[in-house]
């Protein structure tokens, strides 16, 4: 079963626009994780933020994480065309989890050129 | 360094048959994990595997099962295909211990097809 919800689940935005995607679950993580996928191929990791962190930089990526809401968000800054996939997050239960992720249904993202 | 390595891409099969489908993780790699992904349950956690020996486990029937060789590499078989196993399967290996045992690092996939 899925971990939690991720809202908008479908975002079309110009080029050159914010993007922010938000990720709601549902029980105590050790960490939460954005990845990317394109068209229905494999899933590219993005960034990593612990449970003790609240907000990470990746580039043109921000991540926010809100333990006592049970909600994270990505923020992508300036899109371009090349960002249009499907966004993910997923959710590690426990430090030693290893590759035991539960993932939120994702949001579909849209760059227009 | 060279990437996940899932094969084949792409399978038809028939109701009641079983398939084996293949992952070779990255270099050095010790943890394999597998994930089905569908439009209507979405990506979900099957097993993983650590140094041959499954570690966790997710809630799928029986006939989903797996295993995994002394060179990290890990194979998945579904027995007594259904339509609903219709899916794309993909695996994804990290170093599975140390400070960056979380990132997993996922394949192509798998594109089964069930007919």
């Known amino acids: 079963s899925q971990q939690g919800e991720e809202d908008p689940q479908a975002l079309s935005i110009q080029e050159g626009e914010n993007a922010t995607m938000n990720c709601s679950y549902k029980?105590?993580?050790?960490?939460l994780q954005w990845y990317r996928q394109n068209s229905g191929r494999g899933l590219v990791h993005l960034i990593l933020?612990?449970?003790?962190?609240r907000e990470k930089h990746s580039g043109r990526l921000r991540v926010t994480l809100d333990t006592s809401k049970k909600s994270s968000s990505l923020l992508i800054t300036a899109s371009r065309a090349a960002d249009t996939a499907s966004y993910f997050c997923?959710?590690?239960?426990?430090?030693?989890?290893?590759?035991?992720?539960?993932f939120g249904g994702g949001t579909r993202l849209m760059v227009k050129p | 360094k060279a990437g996940v390595t899932q094969t084949p891409r792409y399978l038809i099969k028939t109701r009641g048959q079983q398939v084996t489908l293949s992952c070779s993780p990255i270099?050095?790699?010790?943890?394999v994990s597998w994930y089905q992904q569908t439009p209507g349950q979405g990506l979900q956690f099957l097993f993983e595997?650590?140094?041959?020996?499954?570690?966790n486990k997710g809630n799928f029937p029986g006939r989903f099962s797996g295993r995994q060789f002394s060179n990290s590499r890990s194979e998945m078989n579904v027995s007594t295909l259904e339509l609903g196993d219709s899916a794309l399967y993909l695996c994804?290996?990290?170093?599975?211990?140390?400070?960056?045992?979380?990132?997993?690092?996922f394949g192509q996939g798998t594109r089964l097809t069930v007919v």
């Open positions: 997923a959710t590690a239960p426990w430090a030693n989890a290893g590759n035991m992720l539960t």
């Open positions: 029980t105590s993580i050790n960490n």
């Open positions: 994804a290996s990290s170093p599975g211990q140390g400070l960056r045992l979380s990132e997993a690092f």
């Open positions: 270099s050095g790699h010790r943890s």
């Open positions: 595997y650590f140094s041959e020996t499954q570690r």
């Open positions: 933020i612990r449970s003790n962190e």
